[in-house]
């Protein structure tokens, strides 16, 4: 397992070192400086702003500073806010858009869990194409859409809920309901599937040989097994959602990265666009391989130790 | 005479699909006693496995029983709800199936589904359970049990699989074992020892055996009586020596030419293909594959006609005034070895 575990984490290494290197050389690429107003500054002005920030040196000294730095734990200073270095600016700013994400897809994957294996229980009755019918409104619309009629219906028809801001769990509720109706939508489908063909496999029909009840084989057996597939869709969907959905964050005024992200490619704030993409890179490589190892813990047939007899 | 615990009556089954009405099981009578092996023989879809899931209250959703009664001691298991069947499922009546390798639940060790049934049925806790799946598992033959028991089915093979669903199976010490081709899909060698393990636990836990198959080979050695199905009917049933050297339906004569024997030089086959039980046949459902076909057999069904005590054969040929038919020489040589035989039982008495 340790060997494993190693040989991961150097492959990790590897794509992480590659990604940088990648991102950093396309995103010089961009057209545009990150200068806002560089109309109204003289050649002067220009150049010892390009000094501060190293921006005069040839790329290749520029990239292999930044690797310098981003070993150490130094993303460097962002442009947009003096003198803000990067990784402060994400701290103060992922914490909302990661509660925001995980709460989305506890929500959407709980839920959808569910609404997938009462389909299949009930497979080819009203319960089943009500839910298919579901899912797929749930995957068609956008969140955007959703998140503001949820707005307007619950939050200002009703007034249960508040509007936006980010000021409490309360204020979490509607924004995690935009954005974990996808999730939810694509979970149910994806267990529904799943659990179909469970139902229809020899083992099952085994459990009822024995005379489980239905429920007992539902949750006995043909759960862990429709899930296993799930597993590889949450992973990455999880990262997807914790590092920000920007229109989300816009709409409900929600502190998060998401939006600080956009704005940082906007304005050619190279300092962040590498931060932020790294922190998403990391994230999804570590699910990666979290995934793997869960993989593993649900299913004994890929488990990793190889501590089976043969 | 010996206990009976198991009587079907007039069973008929349909099957919903799009195409119509499959009448799968048409009209089925048969009976087991306590201690005996039966054995259901028949081509593929001649309603031998539809029969076993109906005792087991397993039919798909599309199936309608149409009529009949499947009397379980003094019970009628068609009447039955599903909440009741379940309580009979796996504790009275219980089932191997045809593939080990994909009867298991993968993700389950495999103690724990044997432990399965003893939990749901002897209302025993899991520790319990776990201990006599243990002794069950030695009893079937797994080696090293105690550290067998944590493993999961893809760490077994075919033949230790198998043996598994039959632990599994007869944990709860069940009064009928349904068993459903179960050495279908094992190796030759591997079939042999799992077919001596079933004889051996069959003394040994005293349940009634319901042997689904369609290998005539097999038969010989496990059975004590033998059905024969064809296109959702039972043609011949009778004792395995009877339906061996002493067979009266032509198509049971069909059956026995096709094994092949040492002699044989190529292997013989019945020509044609079993009728479309959408619209069944009137007459006797074998009459257009079968060379001795008069001309009543295409139009009524014949009754079944005592051969012996324990023996009937549903053929036109057995009625009076039937003309005398020569069957094929192997048939022939059979009734010169049942004659035998008969005449060496009358010295033994």
């Given at each position: 397992m340790r060997k494993y575990l190693l040989k991961r984490i150097f492959y990790m290494i590897l794509t992480l070192f590659l990604v940088a290197t990648l991102t950093f050389f396309l995103m010089k690429l961009?057209?545009?400086?990150?200068?806002?107003?560089q109309q109204k500054m003289t050649a002067e002005q220009i150049q010892i702003v390009n000094e501060q920030y190293g921006l005069n040196k040839p790329i290749w000294q520029q990239y292999l500073l930044y690797l310098a730095g981003m070993v150490h734990g130094d993303f460097g200073t962002s442009f947009q806010f003096s003198n803000q270095p990067v990784s402060y600016l994400i701290a103060s700013r992922i914490g909302a858009s990661a509660q925001l994400g995980v709460q989305a897809m506890i929500f959407g994957v709980f839920f959808g869990i569910i609404i997938g294996s009462v389909a299949a229980i009930n497979r080819n009755t009203w319960i089943d194409t009500t839910a298919t019918v579901l899912s797929i409104i749930g995957k068609s619309v956008p969140n955007f859409v959703l998140a503001v009629l949820l707005q307007y219906?619950?939050?200002?028809?009703?007034?249960?809920?508040?509007?936006?801001?980010?000021?409490?769990?309360v204020y979490t509720i509607l924004p995690t309901i935009a954005l974990g109706v996808g999730p939810l939508a694509e979970t149910s489908r994806f267990v529904r599937t799943g659990m179909v063909d469970v139902l229809n496999s020899d083992y099952i029909e085994l459990a009822r040989a024995k005379g489980l009840s239905k429920f007992g084989i539902v949750y006995h057996h043909a759960l862990r097994n429709s899930l296993i597939p799930l597993v590889t869709l949450i992973g990455p969907y999880t990262v997807a959602l914790m590092t920000g959905s920007m229109v989300i964050e816009n709409i409900f005024s929600i502190p998060g990265i998401g939006e600080q992200f956009v704005k940082s490619i906007t304005t050619n704030d190279y300092p962040t666009i590498m931060g932020v993409t790294m922190l998403f890179s990391t994230g999804l490589v570590l699910v990666i391989l979290l995934t793997d190892i869960i993989y593993g813990i649900i299913d004994p047939r890929i488990r990793l130790t190889g501590g089976s007899g043969e | 005479m010996a206990e009976r615990i198991l009587d079907v009556k007039n069973l008929k089954i349909d099957f919903h699909t799009y195409a119509g009405e499959v009448?799968?099981?048409?009209?089925v009578s048969f009976h087991l006693d306590k201690g005996e092996t039966l054995a259901i023989v028949g081509e593929s879809g001649s309603g031998k496995s539809v029969t076993t899931r109906a005792l087991m209250g397993?039919?798909?959703?599309?199936?309608?029983?149409k009529g009949g009664s499947i009397m379980f001691h003094d019970q009628?298991?068609?009447?039955?709800t599903e909440k009741e069947m379940q309580n009979i499922r796996g504790k009275d009546i219980a089932m191997i199936f045809q593939d080990p390798m994909t009867s298991l639940?993968?993700?389950?060790?495999i103690g724990m589904q044997i432990a399965e049934p003893l939990i749901k049925h002897?209302?025993?806790?899991k520790k319990k359970a776990l201990a006599q799946a243990l002794e069950i598992m030695k009893l079937v033959g797994i080696k090293d049990a105690e550290e067998r028991?944590?493993?999961?089915?893809?760490?077994?093979?075919g033949g230790q699989r198998q043996r598994i669903v039959i632990a599994i199976a007869l944990v709860c010490y069940p009064e009928i074992l349904i068993a459903?081709?179960?050495?279908?899909?094992?190796d030759v060698t591997i079939q042999a020892q799992i077919l001596d393990l079933m004889k051996e636990l069959q003394e040994k836990i005293e349940t009634s055996i319901i042997f689904i198959t369609h290998d005539l080979g097999v038969v010989a050695g496990m059975a004590d009586r033998v059905a024969v199905m064809y296109a959702g009917e039972i043609l011949e049933y009778g004792t395995v020596d009877e339906i061996f050297y002493?067979?009266?339906h032509p198509y049971t004569w069909g059956l026995l030419n096709s094994m092949p024997t040492l002699d044989s030089e190529e292997l013989e086959s019945i020509p044609g293909t079993p009728p479309d039980l959408l619209d069944p046949?009137?007459?006797?459902?074998?009459a257009p594959r079968?060379?001795?076909?008069?001309?009543i057999d295409a139009e009524e069904k014949p009754p079944y006609f005592q051969v012996s005590e324990t023996h009937y054969a549903a053929t036109w040929?057995?009625?009076?005034?039937a003309p005398a038919v020569t069957p094929p020489p192997e048939i022939q040589r059979r009734y010169k070895l049942y004659a035998e035989m008969m005449e060496q039982q009358k010295i033994g008495k």
């Open positions: 961009m057209p545009g400086t990150p200068f806002t107003n219906y619950i939050a200002l028809k009703l007034g249960w809920l508040p509007v936006a801001d980010w000021n409490g769990f | 009448k799968a099981i048409r009209d397993l039919l798909a959703n599309n199936a309608e029983i009628d298991l068609l009447k039955k639940d993968p993700t389950m060790k002897k209302k025993i806790e028991i944590n493993n999961y089915p893809h760490q077994f093979s459903d081709e179960p050495t279908t899909a094992l002493n067979p009266q046949p009137k007459g006797d459902p074998f079968n060379p001795y076909a008069m001309k040929l057995l009625a009076p005034g």
